[in-house]
């Protein structure tokens, strides 16, 4: 099992900006998959930026345009930056890994958007 933590959350208005960081117990590269996810008040957690091992990425409709996602696999790091931020974004954001079968999550970083 991976140990994943997030920081850089925080309260921010509309239309500032994040970086959320997420430090991994493993070296990242080559793993299946790394990025984040978000679950916000009363909503299912859903899949915000992924890398995946095919060089590949995915990104949530509603959030392309605003965020990116990089990766500093020789610090074991994995970066969301979030330009633009509504209040939509309100949510904790969930560091994710997936090393062939196994998924990692961090404990979690709260975004707050106010407008």
């Known amino acids: 099992q991976v140990q994943l933590v997030e920081s850089g959350g925080g309260l921010v208005q509309a239309g500032g900006s994040l970086r959320l960081a997420c430090r991994a117990s493993?070296?990242?590269?080559?793993?299946?998959?790394i990025g984040w996810y978000r679950q916000a008040p009363g909503k299912q957690r859903e899949a915000v930026a992924i890398?995946?091992?095919?060089?590949?990425?995915y990104t949530l409709d509603s959030v392309k345009g605003r965020i990116t996602l990089s990766r500093d696999n020789g610090k074991n790091m994995v970066y969301l930056q979030m330009n633009n931020l509504k209040p939509a974004s309100t949510a904790v954001y969930y560091c994710?890994?997936?090393?062939?079968?196994?998924?990692?999550w961090g404990p979690g970083t709260q975004v707050t958007v106010s407008s």
């Open positions: 994710f890994l997936l090393d062939g079968r196994t998924t990692s």
């Open positions: 493993k070296n990242t590269f080559g793993v299946s998959g």
């Open positions: 890398s995946r091992k095919d060089g590949s990425m």
